[in-house]
């Protein structure tokens, strides 16, 4: 992916669009810090020397420990997270193993982490892919309440979420950036997703 500049405006998320393969990921690893070292710059600081909460597209998670134990490597604690954010239902959880819960439940458990952790800026690369309803409904209030302090960079399939979230957005396409912008800049004012989607 060729060098780009963005200018993130803040108070709300910056919502990145692309094809599969357009590099969506790719930025997103970059700004997180998990690339090549100093491969990304955030507000003058390279993004690997900087606290970011990040939720990748494929969320590893230790598989044999239990969720409580699994915060503490983030030096958080499970009943702390779920009195924080309710909506994520995360005391469901309290005495399960990583390896026993649904691709959803660990999403959650990974979006909770990320939200809670001291940083600088929040980065989600399809944070509401295996969510249930009331998860999906509930992050979407986090995140929206997260961007009024922090920058936070959003990926996702679903065009809802990133329409309902995100007031600027880059387009990429093959590794580069052909947009980006207020939405009022990239919308054909039709009020149809699918025209959104197809510019």
Known sequence: MPGVHLSLPR???VGIMGVNGAGKSTMLMAAAGVLAPGSCLVDGIASDASACGYVPQDYPCMPDIRVEAY???F???LAALHTRLPELYLDEL???RIHSLSAGQRQ???NAVALSVPARLLVF???FSALDVRRRAGLRGYIKHAAQSRPVLLAS???ADLLDLCGYFVVLRAGRVVFQGPLEALDDHSG????LASR
């Open 11 to 13: 108070q709300r998320p």
């Open 71 to 73: 915060c503490r490597l």
């Open 75 to 77: 030096a958080l604690e």
């Open 94 to 96: 309290k005495h399960e």
């Open 108 to 110: 959650a458990v990974t």
């Open 125 to 127: 690369d399809e944070p």
């Open 157 to 159: 399939q679903a065009g």
């Open 192 to 195: 149809d997703a699918h025209s």
